[in-house]
């Protein structure tokens, strides 16, 4: 068993946010820093995942891990349907879509700063 990391840096979160995204085969990974721009979390990561099923198992393994590797018990919403589900782990929110959901929602325009390439 791992020693549990309860005051892990928004950083370290993040990195270990990604390493599982990777790992799981999660597309078009995109990062926006919220540091000064929102209270709602440090870091935003939105992935894509090319089924509901896929979109589940990411969801599902990147919990199992922050909660394993951090103590970190995220909230999760719309893992039952695996259209799109959001993991908020507190200092990072992760939003996993399948595509043609992230297509229509397009939240990299409403969060990237002005004039960021998309």
Not at 14 to 30: G, H
Not at 38 to 48: A, L, N, R, W
Not at 77 to 100: A, C, M, N, T, Y
Request: glycine share 6%.
């Amino acid at each position: 068993m791992k020693a549990v990391n309860a005051e892990a840096t928004s950083e370290e979160i993040l990195a270990r946010v990604l390493s599982s995204l990777e790992d799981d085969k999660a597309e078009d990974i995109v990062t926006i820093d919220l540091r000064g721009r929102s209270s709602i979390g440090d870091y935003m990561v939105i992935c894509s995942g090319r089924s509901s099923r896929q979109v589940g198992a990411i969801a599902e393994k990147l919990t199992e891990r922050l909660k394993e590797d951090f103590g970190r018990i995220c909230k999760v919403e719309g893992k039952d349907q695996g259209d799109w589900v959001l993991i908020d782990s507190s200092d990072v929110i992760v939003h996993v879509f399948r595509p043609e959901v992230r297509e229509f929602y397009q939240l990299e325009k409403m969060w990237m700063p002005a004039g960021a390439p998309v």
